[in-house]
């Protein structure tokens, strides 16, 4: 129990700062589709669909690397920061450095001509990323939860505060700026400039014991790592390639406009990515830690259990009432975002399936099974490529919606198998069931019946429900 409330307050402390940053960055959405048309939205949905790729190349593994191979010999782990901090720091200058020198022909490709300073800023803005990693991990090894969070509250605090005064206080007192600090060029450049802020701020977290590079290390991580790279390009293919082919493949007179409809609504997945989220960057570092203490793999079940319950609740209680959600931050002048509220049901669902693949996947990590994990990430492309191509044309978003439950759904079907025979944790696999066949029916009825009545008492039966069997859970069954 005492490992399960350590976990609990890690995840909450690390939570805090993804949840209240993410929160704020959700406001910006209400913001964003007040000024910007949903084709001009597009544009921002897109970049950082490709943002979301270029970052797991930029890292390929190593945040990962670090945990594990943090908790080795003492000799080791001391080498494994600044040496996983050098390889970082070589490989962003170079990938940096071809990105910025074809910007230009990367933007005609995009058809954005003329927009090579997009492509700029997102250099820069991919390099910043990838060096505060690992300094953003080494708080994590060290439980600097604190610091973490203030570090990341304060990079999405500039971000605020830099739209608020250029997009809204600027034009409403006549002040007047540059083309790239109004309209969608703002956009990326407030994310360049907060990302370097906080970049410095990190510089006192930088290594400092530099004796301790060690090549032979280095070797050893990258072996480790490079099945995480193809997991974490197959992931994000699963996550983003809707995005960034929808307007490609979608039989629509203004593929844009979808996709600007398709991102908002996308962004009320939000709550469930939050939680996910927040789990697993307490999860990580607590799963390595524990890995050969005695009793993990009841633990890690109860977990997984607890984990369920509480996002069922969540997911209730968002898809109960997306309407009332979406016309608040999404339909205020350009009511044509709510189009797209049919898809939030799937997406939260997909997401939930994504949090307990990442339960359920715990096993080829900690096995040293990464080519595995490799293998059931592709295997998740595949249904993803495959499920788009033929529903995005027939159906539209609500086919990007349905084809990342399938795959996120099969990815945690697959993993809980495979890792059963593997790596055999305690699941209470019948009590998880029987919690989702009863929220899905509360949410099958209130589908049914959308009335605000039926809805509220819906929601309020499930946390119930949901309360209790998780207040069981946490029970201790041992001494």
Known sequence: MSSLKNLAKQTALYGLSNVVGRLLNFLLVPLYVRLFAPEDYGIVTELYSYVALLNVIYTYGTETSFFRFSNESKDQAQGVYPTLFASLFASSLLFSGVIWLASDLLANWMHYPDKGH??????????????????????????????????????????????????????????QFSEQLQGVDAVFFFFFFANGVTLLLLLPWFPKNWEFLNFQLWKKMMQYSWP????????????ALDRMLLKHWIQAENPERELGIYGAVYKLAMF????TQSFRMGAEPFFHQRF???????????????????????????VGFRQEIGSTFLGKNHPEYLEGLSVVPFLFLANLCLG????????????????????MSIGGAVITILGNAILIPKYGYLGAGIT????????????????QRIFPIHYPIQK???????????????????????????????FVYLGWNLKKSLQPTSP
Request: hydrophobic share 60%; proline share 2%; net charge positive.
């Open 432 to 462: 998880m069931i029987s919690a989702a066949v009863v929220v899905l029916g509360i949410w099958a009825i209130m589908e049914w019946n959308d009335a605000l009545p039926i809805r509220l008492a819906g929601v309020i039966f499930a």
């Open 356 to 375: 307990m693949y990442y339960n359920f996947s715990v096993w080829y990590r900690l096995a040293d099974q990464n080519r595995k994990g490799m293998w």
């Open 118 to 175: 997009y492509i700029r800023w997102f250099a820069l803005i991919l390099a910043f990323d990838a060096l505060a990693s690992i300094p953003f991990s080494q708080l994590r090894q060290l439980q600097k939860p604190l610091v973490f969070a203030v570090l990341k509250l304060l990079n999405i605090g500039i971000v605020i505060g830099l739209n608020l005064f250029f997009l809204i206080y600027a034009p409403n007192h006549g002040l």
């Open 228 to 239: 995480l790279l193809f997991v974490g390009l197959a992931f994000v293919v699963n996550e």
């Open 292 to 318: 050969r203490k005695e009793g993990n793999t009841e633990i890690f079940g109860h977990i997984g259990y607890a984990f369920l319950l509480i996002g069922l609740g969540f997911f209730l209680t968002v």
């Open 404 to 419: 990342t439950l399938v795959c996120y759904g099969s990815m945690m079907v697959v993993s809980y198998w495979w890792g």
């Open 272 to 275: 469930m990515t939050l939680y």
